[in-house]
């Protein structure tokens, strides 16, 4: 996200505290458990209504923080639109189609790769090729993706289509994610979430309101669809915007690499989930792409801010 207030470094010598890791952690937690709330969900409602209502949820919640409310560039609105489509409308509409095919601890170790994705996206923008480390860390993380998805070749056409739904979810985020941090940086963070909730909210509401009028009374899908709004779509953003004003966007994007082993946590745990052991290998070498990818301060300026504020919404 980019900076919602002056960027507070840490310098030499600075010991975060409790309460500081609780602001860094907070979104990646949140995020994390954005895919099993997901899969719960899908117990009263269709895809299309999980992703209109966490929406519909998400932007009222938002609205609630007066800085969310604070107006945006007038030539900037063409650009929200596009991110509305790109960074919420479609990838959050895969991910629920996705995931009746496969499972939330998958879907979450997959997003593991997004940084590689928006990177890549990134140096095309740019016309220009990235360092070798960053070009060896994307290289190593698209091998470990691969990696991940290799055991779902065996499970049919359905399940393969359903992991291909969620790596065109990440290209989609890749291209938002470009187009946000500028935007953000002249706007701020919350407005243009906030806007671009509205835009992904009309989009989606043909599609969603026919799940929405079928919706099952069933009360613990239910509150996982309130939580994926409030929390998921909503005040994570806020928390992530504190944190990136406070500490710097680099700092609290590291938040993202909670999101893979925290759903591998709770769809194994709670969901009886199973994940196979090379989809795990490979979720830690995809990881490991991406630490290698951010781990050289020396970056172009451009770069540096494109990969820090690559922290979908999931």
């Not at 929406?55 to 800085?67: A, D, K, M, R, V």
């Amino acid at each position: 996200m980019a900076n919602e207030g002056n960027s507070n470094t840490s310098g030499t010598g600075h010991h975060p505290g409790a309460a500081e890791w609780v602001i860094l952690s907070l979104p990646g937690l949140i995020w994390g458990a954005s895919y099993f709330f997901i899969a719960d969900s899908l117990g009263a409602i269709g895809p299309g209504g999980v992703t209109l209502v966490r929406l519909i949820i998400g932007f009222l919640t938002l609205s609630f923080f007066p800085s969310a409310r604070k107006p945006v560039l007038r030539s900037d609105w063409w650009k929200i639109v596009a991110l509305g489509v790109f960074w919420l409308a479609f990838p959050l509409s895969m991910f629920p189609f996705a995931e009746r095919h496969v499972s939330s601890a998958l879907t979450g170790m997959l997003n593991g790769a997004n940084p590689l994705f928006t990177t890549s996206v990134a140096a095309l923008i740019a016309r220009k090729l990235p360092s070798r480390r960053v070009m060896a860390g994307i290289a190593i993380g698209i091998a470990g993706t691969i990696v991940m998805g290799l055991p779902t070749l065996s499970e049919g056409h359905s399940t393969v289509a359903g992991v291909g739904m969620i790596l065109v979810a990440l290209v989609s985020y890749g291209v938002a994610l470009n187009l946000a941090s500028p935007l953000q940086q002249r706007n701020g963070s919350l407005p243009v979430v906030l806007r671009a909730q509205l835009v992904a909210m009309v989009l989606i509401a043909p599609i969603g309101w026919r799940d929405v009028l079928h919706v099952k009374w069933a009360p613990v899908p239910l509150l996982a669809l309130l939580a994926l709004g409030a929390l998921s779509t909503g005040i994570a953003f806020a928390i992530m915007a504190v944190s990136s004003g406070r500490f710097g966007a680099a700092r609290a994007s590291s938040t993202a690499f909670l999101i893979p082993a925290e759903a591998l946590l709770l769809g194994v745990i709670f969901r009886h989930e199973h994940v196979a052991l090379i989809s795990m290998v490979g979720g830690i070498i995809c990881v490991a792409g991406a630490l290698i990818m951010r781990s050289k301060p020396a970056e172009s300026k451009s770069t540096e801010v494109l990969t820090s504020s690559s922290v979908p919404q999931t």
